[in-house]
């Protein structure tokens, strides 16, 4: 049997190890749901800018390739669906001051990477157009003539017959983001390559800014050789 | 950017300061109360510097609403916490924003592509100088705290 002491004693010290998983619990409390947040917000810290989130957000690869008609330069319709080929597809507009071109130039590099085998029979290059306002078929043969005449199995294209907010969709299934600056109407979006496979498919994404041409290159030859097989 | 970053977060946290200052002598919270307040004012700190953040509070109106409320509410309780924190606490704390900001600057400087996508390149690298210039700022203050603290002790 306990005596009042005793009994008081265990008291004491349950209440002392109350408080001090109190003052433990507090901050740790905190910070779990404070990391909790930022965990969320990121996709478990793998998604710190917009144009990253954007692309997690539309799923895991492989994905399909959200539908879109698209006119190239000599004003043929096309979808990619029948290309039933190797795609790498970019995004531009025509009159940024800056991104597009560079992400461009870096393309060119990449399309003359690969032998008159491999472009066009087995991999095409389709640059598209974000501007739908601006830009049209004649710029944009205008502006496929800067990389050379011999760029065959590289279209130039924009969304046929799309409205805005259909497009924006297409952007959203795809995992592009696109903001047009009010002030400036500059068209901030992601640069991102997407490789289409023969099936419809996104395969693989490649963000030119941080990734090797020869890295890119090695990697859609790394596809084209699994489909050979 | 620089508005955003530079200007409209620090304000509001400077509002807070100044609102919750007055307060400071009633706000005498325990230790472990202290550190989860700090623990959130950091948090909303590198929650608010996140670029994807930064993009979102632009475009959309009640985020950037949440992102003033937020900053106001993390000043007004910074000063009356640092006030009766520990010693030690509070020069981590310091330090850790400092580092923080240092950091950041250093990213959006160096970095030659668009991070936020709201604003250019040459606006991305004025506020990576001004946040790299605050963080020296911020730096100093500490150790003028740091040997303050030493000093009294």
Same mark, same amino acid.
């Given at each position: 049997m306990q005596t009042p002491d005793s009994c008081s004693w265990q008291d004491v010290v349950e209440s002392a190890k109350k408080l001090r998983m109190k003052k433990v619990l507090i901050p740790v409390l905190s910070l779990t749901v404070c990391f909790t947040i930022i965990w969320k917000w990121t996709l478990g810290f793998s998604a710190f800018t917009i144009f990253s989130y954007t692309l997690k957000s539309a799923g895991e690869i492989p994905r399909t390739f959200p539908d879109l008609?698209?006119?190239n330069q000599d004003g043929k319709v096309f979808s990619m669906k029948e290309k039933q080929k190797y795609v790498l597809?970019?995004?531009?507009?025509?009159?940024?001051?800056?991104?597009?071109?560079?992400?461009?130039?870096?393309l060119e590099h990449i399309y003359h990477l690969f032998d008159r085998n491999t472009v066009p029979s087995k991999l095409e290059f389709v640059t598209l157009s974000f501007d739908l306002k601006?830009?049209?078929?004649?710029?944009?043969?205008?502006?496929?003539?800067?990389?050379?005449?011999?760029?065959s199995g590289w279209?130039? *294209?924009?969304?046929?017959?799309?409205s805005q907010q259909a497009f924006n969709q297409f952007l959203g299934k795809l995992g592009v983001w696109k903001y047009s600056v009010p002030s400036t109407g500059i068209i901030n979006h992601s640069v991102y390559?997407?490789?289409?496979?023969?099936d419809g498919k996104i395969v693989k994404t490649f963000d030119p800014a941080r990734d090797n041409d020869y890295i890119i290159a090695e990697q859609i030859n790394a596809c084209l050789r699994e489909k050979a097989i | 950017m620089p508005r955003h970053q530079l200007l409209q977060l620090p304000i509001m946290l400077?509002?807070?300061i100044v609102s919750g200052w007055r307060y400071s002598n009633h706000f005498n919270i325990g230790v472990s109360w202290g550190i989860a307040i700090l623990v959130f004012i950091i948090s909303s700190i590198i929650f608010w510097m996140l670029p994807h953040s930064i993009d979102y509070a632009v475009i959309n109106t009640t985020f950037n609403r949440v992102m003033h409320i937020n900053m106001f509410v993390a000043g007004f309780l910074l000063f009356p916490t640092l006030k009766h924190t520990l010693f030690e606490i509070k020069i981590?704390?310091?330090?850790m924003v400092s580092a923080m900001m240092i950091a950041t600057g250093i990213t959006l400087l160096t970095y030659n592509l668009?991070?936020?996508? *709201?604003?250019t390149i040459d606006q991305q690298k004025e506020t990576g100088t001004q946040l790299i210039i605050l963080g020296l700022v911020l730096f100093v203050t500490t150790l003028i705290v740091f040997f303050r603290g030493l000093g009294r002790r």
């Open positions: 008609q698209m006119i597809v970019n995004f531009v507009y025509l009159n940024c001051p800056y991104v597009c071109h560079k992400v461009n130039n870096q601006n830009d049209d078929i004649k710029k944009i043969q205008l502006y496929r003539n800067y990389f050379g005449s011999d760029i279209s130039f *294209a924009l969304p046929y017959q799309s390559l997407f490789l289409i496979s023969p | 400077g509002l807070g981590l704390f310091l330090g668009l991070l936020c996508s *709201a604003f």
